[in-house]
């Protein structure tokens, strides 16, 4: 058996098993490093990527083996285009991506569509690509940046320091012999998704006070594959229930580029809705347009739905050498439900931390460096998330919802002005009234 050091060859050269043209490195019995990441999606490999460029030691865990499927709209705003563009991925049409122009608003019968705007922060165009291979992509940069990832490592457990409490590395089974190994480093990040067992075993508890959502998707051919606008279904209604009011939450279509569209549905809070989501989206689909295409023989995959955990809903962010990022510390926006640009940036935020904590001389310089990203997620984020709350809670006012939608698609101005607002799309350092008032607003907004 190879040791620490030691390599196999990957015959295939193919992606699948470790990342492609790559050495596949077999991990000991047990290995360290200066930093632990559990879970290899876009939270996780942005902070692996921007932690090995600094010359860092990176683990990336990966309980999975890529590709794998990911239930996700597939749809990415400016901000996330902004933290790819970062990581020096090429985002071109060439390199396959749609890129798409903005957001087509439709409640009722009425719709209205308004572009990306232009600003100094984030560029002035979205993307689309499907999870599966947007996640391994994400992957193959970390590795190209020098991190180490191993596929098919599912975490079972953290390493202790039995004096103090504190992480010290992870327990693993391998591949699907299921070979017990051992990783420590001085610091771990949790990236393990919304389920997060590391963080639970960690005593990181889930805030009740928060709303989860779900998302459920499916994919079907349609000839409005290339659609330059991400589309959001605001009236949001059971079909088997005409006489309901609105859900909370929206359906989406997104052209795909490649003969499919997306085609889901995002709820926003699951605790003030009994529903069959499942069912709820065939019927929603029957409902589509006949332009659409849509007929059950043009179902490429089946229904699939995840939770979408939103508001920072998991505590603390860091204590005891453990850092969360995305999904495991619940950084969906709980007023929009997108979450691939916030577990991207705090990917980001946690690897910039740990980067200041390592260079720290002693214990407390460290660990004093480590606590401040709960505070540096806290000042990108509550303000923002408590708009959120407040937006999606009109939900539990149909009557209030309905007109504030129908003033909306009334007055363009006051919808753009909206949902930059609602999708943080704003430019902190504009002279421009519009962009001062929506950063102010952000950023008075209760937090707690």
Known sequence: MPGPEQTVPDPTGEVGGQLAGRERPVAAAEEGADVI?????????????????????????????????????????????????????????EAGWLHNRG?????????????????SAYPGYGLVRRRADFDELLARKAASAGARVVEGANVTGPLLDERTGRITGVTAKLGEERRPVAYRAPVVVAADGNSTRLSVAMRRHRRTDRAMGVAYRTYFT???????????????????????GPLPGYAWVFGMGDGTVNVGLGVLDTARAEVDWRELLRRWCEGLPPEYGYTPDAVTEPIRGAALPMGLNR????????????DAGGTVSPGTGEGIAYAMESGRYAAETIVQALARRTDRGRELALQAYPQALRSAYAGY???????????????????????????????????????NLTEPNSRDALDRLLHLIGRLAPGK
């Open 222 to 244: 349609s000839p409005r594959h290339d659609d330059r606008h991400l589309e959001a279904w605001l009236d949001l209604r059971d079909p088997g229930n005409p006489a309901g």
């Open 385 to 423: 998330f408590a708009l959120g709350r407040l937006a999606a809670g009109m939900l539990d006012r149909p009557g209030l919802f309905g007109a504030a939608g129908a003033a909306g698609l009334g007055r363009p101005a006051l919808l753009n002005a909206a949902f930059r607002l609602m999708l």
């Open 315 to 326: 505590r603390p962010h860091y204590a005891d050498g453990l850092l969360l990022i995305g």
């Open 103 to 119: 957001l087509r608003l439709i409640a009722g019968h009425r719709s209205i569509e308004f572009d990306w705007p232009e600003l």
């Open 37 to 93: 990441v559990v879970g290899a999606g876009p939270a996780g490999s942005t902070a692996a990527a921007h932690l090995a460029r600094t010359g860092l030691d990176v683990l990336l865990l990966e309980k999975s083996v890529f590709p794998r499927e990911k239930v996700c709209g597939d749809g990415l705003t400016p901000r996330a285009v902004k933290q790819l563009t970062d990581l020096g991925i090429d985002v071109s049409e």
